[in-house]
């Protein structure tokens, strides 16, 4: 699915390690969406149930810094934790001083784990190595009720991967001609390999987003909603995405081949002595 001149990625199936979810899921098996629990809480140990993954797809001029960005501050008024992971390596989000539409709003402190050698980094390090990184990825998203996730484009199966996931995929829509064809292909290859899948087009500049529509419209026959944080309840939006899977979202993402741990093998808990 990679683009001609990007770094490709190894030739693993996208649906690898969840296609019993999905039959699960069509089957009415699985735990159907909810809303985060209006009670505040400390954020650790979060029920997999109630927490939800929020996937960005990093294009555009800033590989989607500013929707990033904008999503864990919007999220935040759920009242929840917030927790983002960036597989972004080559940009860091930018900082709020220099990003004018955030500029303004206030400040919002959210926990981040940044992956500079990518998925790649992961997938090709000693056993040893790849599974203390993903039981420190796993405290990471369990110690939030939103994980929200950058993943560039140019690591397409992986995008393609999380977005399944997750349920949906936030795709950012820049002005430039150039942004514009960047969403479109990333939004034409999701639908093209999952239905059902639930696109939200988001934008600072409208006339990009109605291109972007008129695009889709035409060429996919497909009409997303557009996401407009400064409207839209984000515990609606989060009670339309897909609980995490048990092993984890990143340990499904990034090495989906991980079996879960065994039922029975452990067992935490407290006891009155």
Not at 41 to 59: H, N, Q, T
Not at 127 to 140: K, W
């Amino acid at each position: 699915m990679s683009e001609p001149g990007k770094p490709d990625e190894p030739e693993d199936n996208p649906l690898a390690g969840v296609l019993d979810r999905l039959l699960a899921r069509e089957r009415g098996a699985a735990a159907a969406p909810a809303e985060l629990p209006a009670a505040a809480r400390s954020g650790v140990g979060v029920p997999a149930v109630a927490r939800r993954v929020v996937v960005v797809a990093g294009i555009g001029p800033d590989s989607g810094s500013w929707a990033f960005r904008a999503a864990c501050r919007w999220l935040h008024r759920t009242g929840g934790g917030v927790a983002a992971l960036d597989l972004e390596a080559e940009s860091s989000p930018v900082d709020r001083a220099a990003d004018p539409a955030g500029s303004d709003a206030p400040a919002v402190v959210v926990p981040i784990a940044r992956m500079p050698a990518g998925p790649e980094g992961v997938r090709g390090a000693p056993p040893a190595v790849q599974a203390a990184v993903l039981e420190r990825l796993r405290r990471h998203e369990d110690a939030a009720d939103v994980l929200v996730v950058r993943i560039p484009s140019r690591h397409r199966m992986t995008l393609m991967r999380g977005a399944f996931l997750a349920g949906g995929l936030i795709v950012p829509v820049d002005p430039e001609e150039s942004a514009i064809a960047d969403a479109f292909a990333v939004s034409r290859e999701a639908r093209e390999s999952f239905l059902d899948l639930v696109l939200h087009p988001c934008g600072r500049d409208r006339e990009a987003v109605v291109r972007y529509l008129e695009i889709m419209r035409q060429f996919v026959g497909a009409e997303p909603r557009p996401l407009d944080f400064a409207i839209e309840d984000p515990a609606l939006f989060l009670g339309r995405l897909a609980a995490p899977p048990p092993e984890g979202f990143a340990t499904a993402l990034l090495v989906p081949g991980t079996p879960a741990p065994p039922a029975g093998l452990l067992e935490l808990g407290t006891i009155v002595v």
